[in-house]
């Protein structure tokens, strides 16, 4: 049973302290930036151990119609220290989703991914904004996926692979 925290008018259970200590580490790990604006950072606990928790730290979207895709990050912190960090991308990219001058939208987009065979958590999230199909060739088995909402829920799957 979680224990409650005051911490000035609000009160906390002792894991969403943890998950703000976790949160206030993240200025301390030098991180590459696409853009000038602070990153969004949200924390979760790491299911396979609840007392480590992990941060993803997220390029915010700085121009209406453009959806970041790059240099978004997961840091994994526990007793208080970053014990690992990834990169979702090797550099900066950004996706149009504007309507063109005849006010037509992408039906869909493409991303080369460089890093996994399959495609990853942030790819998700950013179909969830964007609300169009992303589809991610990755480089390691030549697959190609398809990220798209079903009835308002995401969906990843395999369209074609390179045997």
């Known amino acids: 049973m979680d224990m409650q925290l005051e911490t000035g008018l609000t009160r906390h259970t002792e894991r969403q302290i943890q998950r703000i200590r976790a949160v206030k580490l993240i200025p301390t790990v ?3 930036r696409c853009v000038g604006a602070p990153f969004n950072m949200v924390a979760f606990a790491d299911e396979a151990k609840p007392e480590r928790d ?20 997961r840091l994994m912190v526990e007793d208080g220290k970053v ?4 990169s ?21 987009l493409t991303i080369s991914h460089l890093l996994d ?7 998700v999230f950013s179909v969830l904004a964007m609300r169009v199909p992303l589809y991610v060739i ?23 692979r390179e045997d």
């Open 88 to 108: 979702f991308t090797k550099g900066c990219i950004s996706l149009p989703v504007k309507p063109d001058n005849e006010g037509n939208r992408p039906a869909a």
């Open 30 to 32: 030098e991180l590459e």
């Open 83 to 86: 014990i690992d960090q990834r």
């Open 138 to 160: 990755t480089a390691e088995n030549e697959a190609v996926w398809a990220i798209e909402l079903v009835k308002g829920q995401p969906r990843i799957r395999l369209v074609e």
């Open 117 to 123: 065979p399959v495609p990853t958590e942030v790819q």
């Open 54 to 73: 992990l941060v993803y730290i997220l390029v915010p979207q700085t121009e209406n119609g453009v959806y970041p895709l790059g240099r978004h990050y």
